[in-house]
């Protein structure tokens, strides 16, 4: 009879723990599927990615295409000492009815999804290294359209690096992913504290 219960107590162990891992994994999925980023979690990346970077370089000027990538510049360029500029550009979907350029000192670039808009000032720090931060990089065509211009305007490509917060595995397989990133995601279904990633 005591073996009885021995197996039992066995079976509804081993069936525990396969239930565990089960619903663990599930979690998990569901987690990934679901991402939402914190501010916490702005903050560690900033961080983490600041050290990374500091052990490469140190960036002359920051410049980021738009308020989202500009609210995580913020927090990095804290990162460095004597905190670099920050640039911050335009950004307005391809699609938006206000879609008007800026004349005279600024650098338009255009990609399938965007009209940017980059003040020209920043190339007055191209004997340094140039930081592109941004919050989300998907396809990463903006980071390739923005290197290529920036090369075109005489900034040697060795002292042009990019960061963002997340990156899609798209990016980085297409070679247009930025040098350093915080988060790799599948595709762009998480949320930033601002909003969906986009």
Known sequence: M?????????AIGIVGVVLTIYYARKSERLNRMRKRLEWPDLQAAATDLG???????????LVTPGLAGATFANLL???????????VGTRIWREDPHDEVRPGSWMVLNTK?????IPDGVLNHKDGTILIVDDFVMSGDFLDAFRDKLVSEGVDSSRIRAASLA???VAIANHKGPDYYWWLADNDDFYFPWGKAK
């Open 51 to 61: 050290r990374r970077i500091k052990r490469d370089v140190q960036p002359a000027a």
């Open 113 to 117: 999804k965007w009209i940017v808009t």
């Open 2 to 10: 005591e073996y009885l219960y021995g197996a039992g107590g066995l």
């Open 77 to 87: 360029v804290s990162e460095f000492p004597n905190q670099p500029p920050v640039y």
């Open 167 to 169: 990156c899609t595995r």
